[in-house]
């Protein structure tokens, strides 16, 4: 029964991250920002992430695109964050297929030079890290919820083992009559079936 329950949450595992869960799959790129008006080019890192994310680089976005999403869709799929506290900027697409990822990154850095343009915001952007499109989804890892599910089905075996070996009040030694009624044993009546079979006669 064991083999059996811990078999079936392996597969339960599997089939969960296969087909169950949303896929994410995230592409990441590093950008460079340089500051080309004297300003510090920390600081003016720190503007050019808050003109990625603001609803005119959604629109022209959106605009290349075949297909449209809504700016809290936009919002959950790009998310950029200055790389400790440089003037790097580190973006990642996260989106339920590989193509559409790698197409809207590819896409969001192509409109970055004129958003900046377009606000004036006098900053040089210099692409750090390309993207690469992803092979498979980070989330979510179907070898990581297999062996999960493989050590829930042990878990979960022994768990059922102990519960009915705890519920079993058969007796099937003389020391569960002593347990059972405090009482001593005085004699115990011999198998001669199982005495015969072993002795071949």
């Not at 969960?16 to 080019?41: P, R």
């Not at 976005?61 to 919002?75: I, R, W």
């Not at 377009?118 to 390309?130: F, G, H, L, Q």
């Not at 980070?138 to 070996?165: N, Q």
Request: aromatic residues 10%; hydrophobic residues 40%.
């Amino acid at each position: 029964m064991a083999v059996v329950v811990i078999i079936l949450m392996t597969i339960c595992g599997y089939v969960l991250a296969a087909y169950g869960l949303q896929k994410h799959y995230i592409t990441t790129a590093e950008i460079y920002i340089e500051s080309t008006d004297g300003t510090s080019s920390s600081e003016k890192a720190e503007t050019c992430a808050l003109l990625f994310t603001s609803p005119q680089m959604y629109n022209v976005v959106n605009s290349t695109l075949v297909s449209g999403f809504s700016y809290a869709e936009f919002d959950r799929m790009v998310s950029i964050n200055k790389k400790n506290g440089t003037q790097i900027l580190e973006i990642s697409t996260d989106c339920d297929n590989s193509d559409a990822s790698y197409k809207l990154m590819t896409k969001f850095l192509d409109l970055m030079p004129s958003v900046v343009d377009s606000y004036r915001a006098e900053a040089k952007i210099t692409v750090m890290r390309d993207p690469v499109q992803p092979s498979e989804p980070s989330f979510p890892d179907e070898k990581m919820f297999t062996i999960m599910g493989a050590v829930f089905g042990s878990v979960l075996s022994v768990l059922a083992i102990l519960l009915i070996w705890r519920l079993d009040n058969s007796i099937t030694a003389e020391d569960d009559l002593t347990q059972m009624y405090n009482i001593p044993v005085l004699g115990e009546i011999p198998d001669f079936d199982r005495e015969i079979d072993y002795l071949g006669r």
